[in-house]
């Protein structure tokens, strides 16, 4: 039980999604005002109880985005955050809510994404990866498909080090789908076969459509707040054991190692903080913006050794049914990702915390993980989370 466990006296609180998918005619502000609204409304509470607020904007989309987003949703808040670390800004907003939360700051903090990336027809927002300028000026000039061409060198290096096969990350791509035909919101649940994946075109070698994440509109929102005050709120609340941040380069050609990625060093510091270790977590959740990523993370966070992610996924081993659930919403490769899918994480966690995923639901979840990864392979941002 979470109460084994070292408790920092935060949780979450409330959790909700915008309309995903294929969102026309909303704008970034409307679907997090979706999110937000129904998120507030699932922990119970009103609007006038957020005194803090975070978000990170889609890559070039608005500036002060924590400041535009409180005007728009009419919040004077006491906390204000717009750190921006890729896919995984929101968990590292959980940490940040918890810290401010713990100093008095605030005690009530909503944390928001949302992207028309689909609607805007754009993959890499203008200029992410263009700039000649530090610390593109080894890639930019060369015109490699950023981020694309970033995870394919780690694929790559990957499969040159370790034996890795192309089917083995196929079987990521298709237990992933497997979730996502369980999970009614998922935009892509057809049945998806290794041949499948490896029958689709090259986008960047080693790496197949299936592969590749979605490009789709779509918002989130998670209430975070005290523990002592989440137990009186509407739903179950879902305590914050562990977290930890960090960042190792920000283009590819800085990255120390491309097949050891600083989740490294974010796991070993939140399992500590949460007196857990990987063997305890009951369900996984890890940014999926390419099969790589996740063979990568479930390496560094310490659930199989290095080299050996390729044989801990096969034969299905993540799928329902499997023995490792993992990406149980169907994850950024077939139910959602809206520009940075790492909010998406942390709402997929809780819902199964809470018993709420239907025929997705791992029974006697009471631990788990959420483990965010941004621009190339670049920040990671590890929480872990137990029911109360």
């Excluded at 959740?285 to 390419?290: A, H, K, L, M, R």
Aim: charged share 15%; hydrophobic share 40%.
């Amino acid at each position: 039980m979470a109460s084994q466990h070292s408790s920092q006296g935060i949780a979450i609180a409330g959790v909700a999604e915008s309309d995903l998918g294929s969102v026309p005619g909303k704008t970034i502000f409307q679907l997090q005002m979706e999110a937000a609204k129904a998120a507030i409304e699932d922990a119970g509470l009103e609007k006038s109880d957020i005194d803090g607020v975070l978000t990170a904007a889609p890559f070039n989309s608005m500036h002060m985005p924590s400041m535009a987003l409180s005007e728009y949703l009419g919040i004077q808040p006491s906390y204000s955050d717009s750190t921006i670390t890729g896919g995984s800004s929101f968990e590292t907003h959980v940490g940040h809510a918890m810290a401010a939360i713990q100093a008095g700051l605030c005690t009530t903090c909503l944390i928001t994404y949302g992207s028309t990336q689909k609607s805007d027809r754009s993959r890499n927002p203008q200029g992410t990866y263009g700039n000649p300028e530090p610390p593109w000026q080894f890639e930019a000039p060369y015109g490699p498909p950023l981020p694309l061409a970033a995870y394919a060198m780690a694929a790559r290096r990957h499969m040159y080090e370790f034996g890795t096969t192309s089917e083995q990350l196929a079987e990521i791509a298709v237990a992933t789908r497997k979730w996502a035909a369980l999970n009614p919101k998922a935009y892509t649940r057809d049945p998806l076969s290794i041949d499948d994946v490896m029958n689709s075109p090259i986008v960047t070698d080693p790496l197949h459509r299936y592969d590749c994440c979605l490009v789709t509109d779509g918002g989130g929102a998670v209430i975070v707040t005290s523990l002592e005050r989440a137990r009186d709120l509407k739903k179950r609340p879902v305590a914050v054991l562990g977290f930890a941040d960090t960042h190792s380069h920000m283009g590819i050609s800085q990255m120390p190692d491309l097949v050891r990625t600083a989740a490294g060093i974010t796991g070993p510091k939140a399992f500590g903080m949460a007196g857990v270790k990987p063997s305890d977590i009951d369900v996984t959740q890890i940014y999926d913006s390419f099969t790589i990523t996740v063979m990568l993370c479930l390496e560094d966070l310490g659930f199989c050794a290095k080299g050996e992610a390729g044989a801990f996924v096969s034969g299905q081993r993540t799928a329902p049914g499997g023995e490792f659930a993992l990406n149980t919403s169907g994850g950024g490769l077939s139910y959602c990702h809206p520009g940075m899918f790492g909010i998406f994480l942390i709402i997929e966690a809780v819902r199964q915390l809470r018993g709420e995923c239907g025929d997705r639901q791992i029974p006697s979840a009471n631990l788990t993980l959420a483990h965010g990864v941004g621009g190339v392979l670049s920040s990671h941002a590890t929480l872990i989370l137990g029911g109360e």
